[in-house]
C-alpha cells in the first residue's frame, strides 16, 4: 500500500495536480470515486505569502478529501519557506507538495516549476529548507528532464530523497515534450530503482489496464492520474476496482454521467457562486460529455449558459434523448 511519511493511502492510485482544474469540487468529486490520495492544483507561495484573496481561495479543503496533498510553486528559498510553513500550521492538508514539473513559460519565468530540473543542487537545497521548516511530510513533483539532453531524473529524485523529501512523483515526459509524445516509462523505472522512499508513476495512464502495467513495468508505488480523469471519474473508480480484483466494471451510461456533472456543478456553485461556476463548467461538461452522441451541439448551448437552471436542462434533455434512442433501437 502507498504511504507517504506517516500518511497511509487505502490505494495506489493518486488524483495528479491539475491547474485550474483540481480545486475542492473536483477533487471531493473524484474521491468519492475511491482516489486513494487527491492533489490540489499549484498555488504560487508568493501569493499565500502576500495573501493575495485569489490565492488564499485556492487553500480551501473539505474534510471529506483527505487524505490531500497540497501543492505550491515558487523559485526563491525565502518566499518558498514562507508559504510552506503557512499550509502547515494553517491548512488541515496532510502533505506539502512542491511543484517542479510545470512547465509553462509563465512558471518557467519565475524560476519556478521545470526549471529546477536543470539543477540537481538547487534541488536538494530547496527542499531540505523546506523540510527543516516544517512537520507535514513534503513531496515533489516532477519531470523526467528539461529536454533529451538534460535528462537528470535519477540525480533529482535522489536529491528529494537526500534532502528528507518522502515521496516523488515523476511525469514520464520532459519539459520540451509539454503534453506530448509518449511518457518515457523505462526512466521512471530507473529512478524507481534508485530510491528508497515512494514513487509514484505519472504519464499515459489513460485505462485500467494502463495503470496496472505502470505498476508492473516499473515498480512504481502508485499511479497517478490525470487527464484521463477529466469529465470520468469512473476512470479512478474503475482503476481501483480492476488493481483489487482483475475485474473490468463497466462504463458508466450517459444519465450516470449527467448526474455526476450536475453534481460536480453545484459543488461548483458553493465553492465559486453561481455566475463564476457556470462559466467554469463549460470545460468540464465538454469532457463529461466525450463520446456522447450528439454532444456537440449540447456543448455550444451549454457554452452560451449563464445559469445553473440553463445547463441543467441541456443535460436532463441530453439524458432523455439519448434512453428514448436506445429504446426505440432496442
Known amino acids: 500500500m502507498l504511504k507517504i511519511g506517516d500518511i497511509e493511502m487505502k490505494n495506489q492510485v493518486v488524483l495528479a495536480p491539475m491547474a485550474g482544474i483540481c480545486n475542492s469540487a473536483f477533487r471531493l468529486t473524484v474521491k468519492e470515486f475511491g482516489a486513494g490520495l487527491v492533489c490540489a492544483e499549484m498555488i504560487s507561495d508568493k501569493g499565500i505569502v502576500f495573501k493575495n484573496q485569489k490565492t488564499m481561495n485556492l487553500l480551501y479543503i473539505d474534510e471529506r478529501e483527505k487524505p490531500l496533498s497540497l501543492q505550491i510553486f515558487g523559485g526563491e528559498k525565502e518566499t518558498l519557506v514562507e508559504a510552506a510553513k503557512f499550509v502547515d500550521k494553517n491548512t488541515t492538508a496532510d502533505i506539502i507538495d512542491i511543484n517542479m514539473g510545470c512547465p509553462v513559460n509563465k512558471i518557467i519565468r519565475c524560476e519556478a516549476g521545470a526549471r529546477w ?144 456533472c450536475k453534481l460536480h456543478l453545484d459543488r461548483l456553485i458553493a465553492l465559486k457562486g453561481e455566475n463564476i461556476a457556470v462559466r467554469e463548467m463549460r470545460k468540464h461538461a465538454a469532457w463529461y460529455l466525450k463520446g456522447i452522441l450528439g454532444n456537440g451541439k449540447i456543448r455550444n448551448a451549454i457554452n452560451e449558459c449563464t445559469t445553473r437552471e440553463e445547463v441543467v436542462r441541456l443535460l436532463d434533455h441530453l439524458v432523455e434523448e439519448t434512453e428514448h434512442g436506445e429504446r426505440k433501437a432496442g
Open 117 to 260: 530540473l536543470l539543477e540537481p543542487e538547487k534541488i536538494y537545497d530547496m527542499v531540505s529548507a523546506v523540510v527543516d521548516a516544517v512537520d507535514k511530510p513534503v513531496t515533489v513533483k516532477m519531470r523526467i528532464g528539461w529536454d533529451d539532453e538534460h535528462v537528470f531524473a535519477v540525480e533529482n529524485a535522489q536529491a528529494v530523497e537526500r534532502a528528507g523529501g518522502a515521496a516523488v512523483s515523476m511525469h514520464g515526459r520532459t519539459r520540451v515534450q509539454m503534453y506530448e509524445g509518449h511518457a518515457n516509462w523505462d526512466i521512471i523505472r530507473e529512478v524507481k530503482q534508485s530510491l528508497n522512499i515512494p514513487l509514484i508513476g505519472n504519464g499515459d495512464v489513460q485505462t485500467p489496464q494502463d495503470a496496472k502495467r505502470m505498476l508492473e513495468e516499473t515498480g512504481v508505488d502508485g499511479v497517478m492520474i490525470g487527464r484521463a480523469a477529466l469529465g470520468n471519474p469512473w476512470m479512478i473508480y474503475r482503476t481501483v476496482k480492476y488493481l483489487e480484483t482483475g475485474e473490468l466494471t463497466d462504463e458508466p451510461t450517459v444519465r450516470e454521467k449527467m448526474e455526476v
